[in-house]
Structures are given as C-alpha cells and as structure tokens.
C-alpha cells in the first residue's frame, strides 16, 4: 500500500526503505524549496515534542537541533554567529530561566 509524505526527510531515509525492500519516489530540492521545507520541518517537530511523551522528549529535541543547525547552514551562517547572538540577546534581555509569563502592560 502507497503511504504519502510530501515533507523533508533526513538522509538515509532512502537507504533505509530501501534495505526494507520498499521501492519510493523522492525529489532533490533547489535551495529555496529546501529552506521552506526546513521552516515546515521545524513546525512540524516542534509540535511532535509538545505531544511527546517524557522518555522521547531528549529525541525530539535532537530532531529539533538538527533542522536548527540545517536552517543555519543554508542560511549561510556559522553556529558560532548564531550562539554570539543568542549570548548577546541574554544579556540584554535575559533568558526564560525565570519562568515568566507576561499578562498585560498598561
């Protein structure tokens, strides 16, 4: 039975269905095609955490890291950029440590 998937996969997906002796169709994306199909990707595991059960939350979490730093390379940025960033945003506005949650501003 033909399963549809339409989505971003990492890439030995197709080795892997090919050891099960399926047979597939894939497309190779240009790379503003792949750069949405990133964004997508990273909805798509951001919500599959909020769902996760506490033992797959570590796994979700990597999956997430990993479209993160995909997203960073085909941006063309380096890892290091992205971390001077995060750093530099903390120490102006602080991270979410404090559990925070804003209600309303008059």
């Known amino acids: 039975m033909r399963e549809y998937f339409d989505k971003l996969v990492r890439d030995r997906i197709p080795e892997i269905i090919r050891a099960e002796g399926r047979t597939y169709q894939l497309e190779i994306l240009d790379d503003e095609t792949y750069l949405v ?5 990273l909805f798509e595991e951001a919500q599959e955490l909020t769902v ?7 796994g979700e979490l990597a999956d997430i890291l990993e479209v993160l730093e995909a997203i960073i390379a085909a941006l063309g940025y380096d890892l290091a ?6 750093r530099k945003k903390r120490a102006e506005r602080g991270g979410f440590e404090g559990k925070i ?3 309303w501003v008059e």
């Open 101 to 103: 949650k804003l209600l």
């Open 81 to 86: 950029e992205i971390r001077e960033q995060q």
């Open 37 to 41: 199909a990133l964004m997508q990707k």
């Open 52 to 58: 996760a059960a506490a033992e797959k939350q570590k």
